[in-house]
Nanobody
Framework: QVQLVESGGGLVQAGGSLRLSCAAS????????MGWFRQAPGKDREFVSA????????EYADSVKGRFAISRDNAQTTVYLQMNSLKPEDTAHYSC?????????????????WGQGTQVTVSS
């Protein structure tokens, strides 16, 4: 079992920045992938970014490339999502998820564990 707790959401003006954190506990392995997803009202949940335990491999959705950066601490128990140049279309409920890397894309990992999420609202 893996437990995930997100923090860092809030209200920010367009062009501003926020940093989300996801604290993980439980059975974590070197091939654990931690990802961020978001869901806006009336829309499907979408992949935002992910990182593998080593931190050597990351992936981003095209919509956030160059603006968001994912990282993890040395203990590999906390993952951060630094969000810069935020846009109103980034407004969504952001959730952290964890799964085991199966040798394909990080986006395609079977994310078995999910946190409760945190709301990010970007005003225009």
């Amino acid at each position: 079992q893996v437990q995930l707790v997100e923090s860092g959401g809030g209200l920010v003006q367009a062009g501003g920045s926020l940093r989300l954190s996801c604290a993980a506990s439980g059975r974590l392995f070197s091939n654990t992938v931690m990802g961020w997803f978001r869901q806006a009202p009336g829309k499907d949940r979408e992949f935002v970014s992910a990182i593998i335990a080593s931190g050597r491999t990351t992936e981003y959705a095209d919509s956030v490339k160059g603006r968001f950066a994912i990282s993890r601490d040395n203990a590999q128990t906390t993952v951060y999502l630094q969000m810069n140049s935020l846009k109103p279309e980034d407004t969504a409920h952001y959730s952290c998820a964890a799964g085991i890397y199966a040798g394909r894309t990080l986006k395609g990992v079977n994310y078995a564990y999910w946190g409760q999420g945190t709301q990010v609202t970007v005003s225009s």
